[in-house]
T-cell receptor, first 114, second 112 residues
Framework: KAGVTQTPRYLIKTRGQQVTLSCSPI?????VSWYQQTPGQGLQFLFE???????NKGNFPGRFSGRQFSNSRSEMNVSTLELGDSALYLC?????????????FGQGTRLTVV | GNSVTQMEGPVTLSEEAFLTINCTYT??????LFWYVQYPGEGLQLLLK?????DKGSNKGFEATYRKETTSFHLEKGSVQVSDSAVYFC???????????FGKGTRLSVIA
């Protein structure tokens, strides 16, 4: 079956702009989580959606937001981009959000802010 | 809070050498433990997992045992290959609706 699909793979944006990233989870998976990966901070949790509801949120400013649609596809939006937002953004899907459930990751979207 | 600590990298080994990557955790409950691997330009792939104390996860020659007494989940492989070169992440997940908590990752380079 198809894996987690993230689009686009690469993005270059200018400071102050906004960006929307997309994630299509594995069919049947209802939980979608987003992570930011940078060389300095490693993998940091952004938020998690389950059945269109945000269940968990990490420690990121309000410029970072997300949503999940009825087909479980998810988008994340970053407004007023800053240079420090340059990172690899990873999406993970799982059947549910219970501990011990395997998470499957997409290849990520590499965002560069100039 | 919940956290994962991994040994600092990078780790450079010759082909067929023995690999150990240390991982210890702090958790408020009884977590499930995972090792993920990230190959260059890719997302993370689950390598192995263990859901309770004394469980051993294994896959592709890699093994890790959930040690509750030492709060550890060290990754081992008896004979590494060049194709094992990647970044390895230790992670934990608690029961309920909690996200994965990752260590900072350990970069492994295997040279022929």
């Amino acid at each position: 079956k198809a894996g987690v699909t993230q689009t686009p793979r690469y993005l270059i944006k200018t400071r102050g702009q906004q960006v929307t990233l997309s994630c299509s989870p594995i069919s049947g998976h209802r939980s979608v989580s987003w992570y930011q990966q940078t060389p300095g901070q490693g993998l940091q949790f952004l938020f998690e959606y389950f059945s269109e509801t945000q269940r968990n949120k990490g420690n990121f400013p309000g410029r970072f937001s997300g949503r999940q649609f009825s087909n479980s596809r998810s988008e994340m939006n970053v407004s007023t981009l800053e240079l420090g937002d340059s990172a690899l953004y990873l999406c993970a899907s799982s059947l549910n959000s219970q501990g011990g459930t395997e998470a499957f990751f997409g290849q990520g979207t590499r965002l560069t802010v100039v | 809070g919940n956290s994962v600590t991994q040994m600092e990298g990078p780790v450079t080994l010759s082909e067929e050498a023995f690999l150990t990557i240390n991982c210890t955790y702090t958790a408020t409950g009884y977590p499930s433990l995972f090792w993920y691997v990230q190959y260059p330009g890719e997302g993370l792939q689950l390598l192995l997992k263990a859901t309770k104390a004394d469980d051993k996860g294994s896959n592709k020659g890699f093994e890790a045992t959930y040690r509750k007494e030492t709060t550890s989940f060290h990754l081992e492989k008896g004979s590494v290959q060049v194709s094992d070169s990647a970044v390895y992440f230790c992670a934990l997940s608690l029961s309920g609706n909690t996200p994965l908590v990752f260590g900072k990752g350990t970069r492994l380079s295997v040279i022929a």
